[in-house]
């Protein structure tokens, strides 16, 4: 269990927004992943399963797979006070097993400040072109679920692995 402290770190002694100064901090390897989930009426499940993932706008895990790394890439130009970083790897890995398409973001860097917000906007991104592919076939799709699984270097790691349910 994370505690957090009484004094967030992107708030100044005024508690107006600030963006947080690395750069005293020494770059280190970072990597974190998140994963998302994606959860389809039966129905649209068995069709996306016999159709191999197509759908009339094109391969739906192929297009998520792009626009995953695209997101992690933008997570600074998204996320306000989000360091911008160079990313040295992003992976997207898309399963459905069921009814369900989980989807895993991994991403590393060497850099002051971790990528936690890259992987979770990776993985975010993902879900929501799946759900933009598909909602012609439905609106029932749920996106639910997106979550830090492990981060790596700066102060602490974090592996929440044990805790999520395949």
Partial sequence: ????????????????????????KAATRRTAQAQARVTFPADVAAQLHGAGYVTPKGGVFTVAHIAGVMG???????IPLCHP???????????????TALITCTVSCQGRTGVEMEALTGASVAALTIYDMCKAMSHDIVISEVRLLTKTGGKSDLDYTAQVQA
Wanted: include cysteine; aromatic fraction near 0%.
């Fill in 1 to 24: 269990m994370t505690t957090v402290s009484n004094k967030l770190s992107h708030l100044d002694d005024s508690d107006l927004p600030q963006m947080v100064d690395v750069g005293s």
């Fill in 72 to 78: 992690a890439k933008a997570t600074s130009q998204l």
């Fill in 85 to 99: 970083l160079v990313l040295d790897k992003c992976d997207i890995d898309i399963s459905m097993p069921g009814d």
